[in-house]
């Protein structure tokens, strides 16, 4: 149970890791290392997918890392951020105005679960979208990714997640 807990740990550490191969990639400005950023993100969204059963294998205390496991998820998203900045597929005004329109949206409504979470999406989108015009085959086995996850838990999704997330956004936004 140790070292389920050890791996679910290591999984999340990971992408924190990735996130700064990210940035660093796209203060390289390589916009030519598309494929490879792409194969990071996917790489980041399998250590998500795992972390969680691994994490809930391992029963008992929670981590400090584990604790913080959206902090990782939503730093991945800012390394890519940077690197689609970067490597000039994004414009830096438009990366600035995003992130000054989610620091107040943090700053009004506090650091949660669920704003936290769709802060991540439209990045994400964006993403596959770069990787679909510029590296077509990346672009492919990101949505091929997704398009996986959401057959493998779609009866958890429609049912469990959805609701959840919006629960939490009308939460969020009731309680503040």
């Given amino acids: 149970m140790l070292l389920s807990r050890r791996l679910a740990d290591l999984l999340t550490s990971s992408r924190f ?6 940035a660093w990639l796209g203060l390289t400005r390589a916009a030519e290392l598309l494929p490879v950023a792409s194969f990071l993100l996917l790489a980041s969204w399998i250590s998500d997918l795992l972390d969680g059963p691994f994490a809930r294998h391992g029963r008992g205390e929670t981590t400090w890392i584990g604790d913080h496991d959206l902090e990782a998820d939503v730093f ?16 830096p005004a438009y990366a600035a105005a995003y992130l000054l329109l989610w620091g107040v ?3 009004r409504w ?14 994400y989108l964006w993403f596959i979208i770069v990787a679909m015009q510029h590296a077509p085959l990346a672009g492919w086995w990101l949505i091929a990714y997704v398009g996986i996850v959401l057959v493998l838990t779609w009866p958890r999704f429609p049912r469990e997640v959805v609701p959840a997330f919006l629960a939490g956004m009308s939460r969020v936004m009731k309680d503040n």
């Fill in 17 to 22: 890791m990735l996130a700064l191969v990210f």
């Fill in 76 to 91: 991945v998203s800012l390394g890519g951020l940077a690197y689609l900045v970067g490597a000039g597929f994004l414009a």
């Fill in 105 to 107: 949206i943090f700053w």
């Fill in 110 to 123: 506090g650091w949660n679960r669920e704003p936290a979470m769709l802060f991540q999406a439209p990045i």
